[in-house]
């Protein structure tokens, strides 16, 4: 076994050659011959040293020597094509011009791609070898270029998510409110639209619920703004916890909340749902602040409008609820009060 008879004349890999004959004239001929192609040559003795040398190197092309003493050059072929590592070397067989055509079709089946016939002549050796050499370089532009082809469409795809994801994000900031995490007005307001043309295609009703806290300012007033800002988190969770998956809440403003109500049977049913929601709201809470815990109690006035009993028009039964919740709170606060019906209509 040997080291490679030329250098590498820069840093770029450069192919490599592999040369077996058990006959060290034979292999000298062949370094002469292949003195000034542009690859690295290595030779083997035997076919043992050749499949030694296959395990450490990629090899572009193997000139391999039919007959050999131990094993022969088509044991060698068959070693190389049941490997995956090596399956895909071409190999040119260098054999006596009297093989026949039984050991030729022997040799393809093991993956020969070629014959040379032994005296050797120096042009058709450096031309096979030379094709052989530039289909390999070619082989090996198409893999860079297509691992660079696809090096490329994964940063695009990382991009195009990156990309989607800062979008989700800033809809997500532009539609919910930073601190509670519920619907802002803008998609309170996208929800109700849809409702709406819901209700009026398959018909039924809904409801809003306009929400107003009781004695907010006194707690922002007498234990800061920080454990304001948490009781509008818990007072958030509690309405969470409270209505159903399919209605939809939202913060409006500093302390206003508004709930819809999807598929009610009938109005009463959202009165009866806002004087729950009064009862919950008003227990209660214990919020930490600056490594203390405070108690705090509020209430909630809360008016009830209905679509489409006290209009079918958004904006006015929004409206109608907010002024509802106005009369609930001064009408002593902590209550629910249903909007009063049309004229003309019945509750």
């Known amino acids: 076994m040997n080291l490679p008879t030329s250098s590498i004349a820069d840093t770029s890999p450069r192919p490599k050659i592999l040369v077996v004959d058990d006959i060290s004239a034979n292999l000298a001929a062949m370094r002469r011959l292949l003195a000034h192609v542009k690859a690295d040559l290595y030779v083997a003795s035997s076919g043992n040293d050749a499949l030694v040398l296959c395990l450490d190197h990629d090899f572009a092309l193997i000139l391999l020597d039919a007959h050999m003493p131990d094993m022969d050059g088509f044991e060698v072929a068959k070693h190389l ?180 109500i999807t598929a009610i049977p009938a109005p009463d049913i959202a009165l009866h749902k806002a004087e729950d929601l009064v009862q919950t709201l008003s227990i209660p809470y214990t919020v930490s602040s600056d490594d203390r815990k405070v108690t705090v109690t509020v209430g909630a006035s809360i008016g009830v409008a209905v679509y489409p009993f006290h209009s079918s028009d958004k904006a006015e039964l929004v409206r109608i609820a907010d002024k509802t919740m106005y009369v609930a709170k001064k009408g002593g606060k902590s209550t629910a009060l249903l909007a009063p019906a049309p004229e003309g209509e019945g509750a």
């Not at 089946?109 to 070629?114: E, H, L």
């Not at 619907?183 to 307001?189: C, K, Q, V």
């Open 81 to 260: 094509a049941d490997d995956p590592r090596t399956c895909s070397i071409p190999v040119i067989f260098v054999t006596a011009a009297y093989l026949d055509d039984l050991d030729r079709l022997k040799g393809y089946t093991f993956g020969a791609v070629d014959y040379i016939a032994k005296p050797i002549n120096d042009a058709v050796l450096l031309s096979k070898v030379t094709v052989f050499l530039d289909l390999h370089v070619s082989k090996l532009r198409l893999t860079a270029a297509l691992e660079e082809l696809e090096k490329r469409n994964r940063q695009l795809e990382n991009e195009i998510e990156e990309r989607r994801r800062i979008e989700k994000q800033i809809r997500h900031m532009a539609t919910h409110d930073a601190l509670t995490g519920l619907g802002n007005r803008i998609l309170f307001l996208d929800h109700l639209g849809r409702e709406a043309a819901f209700t009026d295609r398959h018909g039924g009703q809904f409801a809003l619920l306009y929400i107003d806290i009781d004695g907010f300012k006194q707690v922002n007033d007498g234990f800061g703004h920080t454990v304001g800002d948490m009781l509008l988190v818990e007072i958030a969770h509690r309405l969470r916890a409270t209505v159903r998956q399919e209605d939809v809440i939202a913060r409006l403003s500093g302390d206003e909340f508004a709930v819809l």
